[in-house]
T-cell receptor, first 112, second 116 residues
Framework: DAKTTQPNSMESNEEEPVHLPCNHS???????IHWYRQLPSQGPEYVIH???SNVNNRMASLAIAEDRKSSTLILHRATLRDAAVYYC?????????????FGAGTRLTVKP | DGGITQSPKYLFRKEGQNVTLSCEQN?????MYWYRQDPGQGLRLIYY???????QKGDIAEGYSVSREKKESFPLTVTSAQKNPTAFYLC???????????????FGAGSRLTVL
């Protein structure tokens, strides 16, 4: 199974951009890259996903390397409410989600 | 607003007792899931169901049971056979299928179970 590697923790200053990296060197051609985040004592929430091209939505941007072996979640202006654990997950295109596995993720701390 | 409701939010249980955690969704999603999360850890899949009256074991199903009698509901019972049940339990749902738009998980707020 394709797996992901993320730093355990990162820090950012409020109102500065944050780049959260994810390595997935064994990704296959039909694996989508998903990002979720989990605020303290809450369930995870979907952030963004992509396959090959960079993606933007109201929450974040996803930059995918040309070889797809890594990706970066970009928060353009971090706020205190962005402090959370961020999970990078690979999902096979035809998955029925029984293979969705959330690792330890990256704990983002935002300093005022 | 559509979403997933988990109850209770906090639950205390004595050793040897079974407890049932409720999960209800009004998103019209076919698939539902139960995850367990221990402090500082990721999520581990307990059970999942792709359709009414059908469900499959995940990675850590021992000591747990589920039912799926209605599309909207997927209750989880933590039985006395579960050796270390104290954890944060998360329910999720999705529209199963293929392609980019499907399979995004929507989670509930979680239920925190403490065994005394």
């Amino acid at each position: 199974d394709a797996k992901t590697t993320q730093p355990n923790s990162m820090e950012s200053n409020e109102e500065e951009p944050v780049h959260l990296p994810c390595n997935h060197s064994t990704i296959s051609g039909t694996d989508y890259i998903h990002w979720y985040r989990q605020l303290p004592s809450q369930g995870p929430e979907y952030v963004i996903h992509g396959l090959t091209s960079n993606v933007n939505n109201r929450m974040a941007s996803l930059a995918i390397a040309e070889d797809r072996k890594s990706s970066t979640l970009i928060l353009h202006r971090a706020t205190l409410r962005d402090a959370a654990v961020y999970y990078c997950i690979l999902r096979y295109e035809k998955s029925n989600n029984n293979d969705m596995r959330f690792g330890a993720g990256t704990r983002l701390t935002v300093k005022p | 607003d559509g979403g997933i409701t988990q109850s209770p939010k906090y639950l205390f249980r004595k050793e040897g007792q079974n407890v049932t955690l409720s999960c209800e969704q009004n998103l019209n999603h076919d698939a539902m899931y139960w995850y367990r999360q221990d402090p500082g850890q990721g999520l581990r899949l307990i059970y999942y169901s792709q359709i009414v009256n059908d469900f499959q074991k995940g990675d850590i199903a021992e000591g747990y049971s589920v039912s799926r009698e209605k599309k909207e509901s997927f209750p989880l019972t933590v039985t006395s056979a579960q050796k270390n049940p104290t954890a944060f339990y998360l329910c999720a749902s999705s529209i199963p299928g293929q392609g980019a738009g499907a399979n995004v998980l929507t989670f509930g707020a979680g239920s925190r179970l403490t065994v005394l």
